[in-house]
């Protein structure tokens, strides 16, 4: 049925002369995200098409919906022009798409001025060609439910139905490297996804509290960040599994409740600007949705990054919970996320938490703690896993806390 898989770029005009770069990132990501299939890649200045050598074209389009920085793709097929010929081919498409009464109309780009019918022409005449063995088909030429593109190219005549719509964004990796605060909620993960769709490449952190916590809320996240992989642009993220039960115990200790989570926040901005310089990630990214919750308010927000310069990027700071829930069905993340399993941001939160916190007061608090060295312990005892798409890890059941199971089951990357 169909001879190619046509890929067009996202929007990159607004790149001027660094648009190169841009397409030999996103064709360095198709061919590595379609690695094994038995394909033939032709990258073009504009399109890139996918010879598909009998291949099923659905299991390749799956793939290529994980990558950023495609505008659309469709399934197409190859011929001369020939009027007779387009619209047998055409006929062949619709009657294995389209199985219902639908509104239709053909959209043609006459891109080889060789031919002497313009795109207005070529689509009336293949119009009647068409509509007379199509019986489930109406032309409606400004709603349509469907259509019919055909594009005339030097080379060849392609046509295809519809577009099938790409992520878009710019190519993962583009922008720079960054660091996901990454719990086991909703929030953070969609985050996550966003800051790679501009083109960020992402490593992830936790905090982990084992024993405090169970270790299946660290199961929880390695399973979000092997989904995250998927968008990469090497399909592998690294995640820093930070032990925090000992900051953990002395806040839960000696600060009062309602600062609890502001205290132990600006603990986590500290650690994690000292892991991201280690790891040269510029930005560190959160998924903060602003007053969403009561940590989350403004006064809240400043407060707690203020102990750190480095920037932090808050790609949920205007999104409302059904739209954030949205995303994380898209990218399959929101079963994981509701696995009922705390970390430790939400195991103990307070009943009253405090809503306008103020950096004072905050300073105030921590005056009163040795935490220094305990800071430094969290540092240099974070273990590093490299999370690939292809591969599964399972941590359940092989012990109570992240370093005996690491040491016993897994070598630090």
Known sequence: ??????????????????????????????????????????????????????????????????????????????????????????????????????????????????????????????????????????????????????????????IYLDKIPGLGGFPTSIGGRALLMLSGGIDSPVAGYLAMNTGLEIECIHFESTPLTPIESVQKVIDLTKKLSKYSSGSKIKLHLVPFREIHELLLKEVEEPYLITIMRRMMYRIAEKIAKANNDKVIISGDSIGQVASQTIESLIAVQAPISTLIIRPLSTYDKSHIIKIARKINTLEISNKPFSDCCTVYVPKNPVIKPSIQRSELIESALDYDSLLKDAVKNTRSMMIKDRENYNIIDKGFTVGEILDENFNDQ
Do not use: W
């Not at 006929?91 to 639908?102: F, R, V």
């Not at 239709?104 to 207005?120: N, V």
């Open 1 to 158: 049925m169909y001879d190619y898989i046509m890929l067009k770029y996202g929007d990159l005009i607004l790149k001027g002369k660094n648009q190169h770069i841009f397409r030999r990132n996103i064709n360095n990501q198709i061919a590595h995200k379609l690695y094994g299939f038995d394909i033939d890649i032709i990258f073009q200045h504009d399109l890139v098409f996918i010879q598909l050598n009998h291949e099923d074209p659905d299991q390749i389009i799956e793939k290529l919906d994980y990558i950023s920085g495609l505008s659309s793709y469709s399934k197409v097929k190859a011929c001369d022009f020939d009027l007779e010929t387009i619209a047998k081919h055409a006929l062949d498409i619709i009657n294995e798409e389209i199985n219902e009464q639908t509104t239709f109309k053909i959209e043609t780009k006459r891109a080889d001025k060789r031919i002497p019918l313009t795109s207005l022409e070529i689509s009336n005449k293949l119009s009647k060609l068409i509509l007379r063995q199509a019986n489930l088909l109406k032309v409606d030429v400004h709603h349509p439910e469907k259509t019919l593109y055909v594009e005339v190219r030097t080379d060849k005549t392609y």
